[in-house]
DNA sequence: CCTCGGTATATAACTTCTTATATACTTCGT
DNA sequence: ACGAAGTATATAAGAAGTTATATACCGAGG
């Protein structure tokens, strides 16, 4: 039931096409969702029915016209009062971090080249992540450098065990 | 296309009804997945089906029959492979991140507000979150802390700005 | 000229997830 | 004896999300 808000809090900074969002909400991972184009444009569609949203079509210098959309003032105030419910914390629905739960099932090499991959990953994502304008991007900064540091000490404790356990045998 | 693979992991650390299942998704937290039981119950017919578990009807002393399923020969290799896939960065999908990614679109006052709510309930989780005895918790743990130390300084800038614009008008 | 790649919109088919509802057994309090 | 509360299983209906496919416009390179 969320889609449309978020559609409606991404054209609160400008007007856009259905592309533009899903190219959009493809790339800023500190936003706080995804979603598929085939997604995107139904739901365009039932914000404009709503009217919420306004059309303008606008000719493309490349490709099929483009069919943008912008604010109208009752989407502004249902984006105004979606903003203001209150927050609660998110509850984390991912394959990965089942993975990295049953980590301990796994025998102390895989889990370290699984480690390793994952330290990668948040290694190239801070690279990328751009400097902390808002209150959002300096979040996602400061959890990918602390999820960095845990990546990086249990790969050592691993480390640490597997050598342990070699000279004790 | 998950959930089955979640509830072989849990059923990896013994035998369990639907009911135990949905009640064990919805507590642990550093699981990092969330099912309703409703979702649960046809996931666990169609492991059954599959030959991925097994079952048991048991006498339960409150309530009616429970249905216990364990883990097969095949299910155990399925969960053991499904494990070994590589890690990826899991991407957020959560309305309340949307609505910190446009904090800067409200009111000092709001903004204040809603971050104060958050980080209460930041230090409420941390508070019961257990100590770490799985690289999961450890990571939970970690990043709970983290949150919380940047809610405490978003939280601090807007105060120091809202003073600093109060004492310079 | 023709295909390939990027831009752009859209729908159909399918799977997954949520919400609502129904049933049944037991214990405990009134 | 009755009802409420907790345990336990289950399905139906609908909303949300994914995957596959189709169409169309344009420029660049072969």
Redesign the interface.
């Given at each position: 039931m969320?889609l449309p808000?978020?559609l409606l809090?991404l054209l609160?900074r400008g007007p856009a096409s259905g592309w533009d969002l899903g190219t959009r909400l493809a790339k800023d991972?500190?936003?706080?969702?995804?979603a598929d184009l085939a997604q995107v444009y139904p739901a365009l569609r039932r914000l404009l029915r709503g009217g919420f949203v306004a059309l303008r079509r606008r000719r493309s210098s490349k490709g099929p016209p483009r069919r943008e959309y912008r604010l109208t003032a009752a989407g502004r105030r249902e984006l105004r009062e979606?903003?203001?419910?209150?927050?609660?914390?998110?509850?984390?629905?991912?394959?990965?971090?089942?993975?990295?739960?049953?980590?301990?099932?796994?025998l102390p090499e895989?889990r370290l080249a699984?480690l390793h991959?994952?330290r990668d990953?948040?290694a190239d994502?801070l690279e990328r992540a751009a400097a902390g304008t808002?209150?959002?991007r300096?979040?996602r900064l400061?959890?990918l450098?602390?999820?960095l540091?845990?990546a990086d000490?249990?790969a050592a404790a691993i480390l640490a065990g597997r050598t342990l356990s070699k000279e004790t045998r």
């Open positions: 969320s808000h978020v809090a609160g991972r500190a936003l706080g969702w995804d979606w903003l203001a419910e209150p927050l609660s914390l998110p509850k984390p629905h991912a394959a990965s971090l089942v993975r990295l739960a049953f980590l301990e099932r796994r895989a699984s991959l994952y990953l948040l994502e808002t209150a959002a300096r979040r400061l959890l450098e602390a999820e540091a845990w000490a249990e």
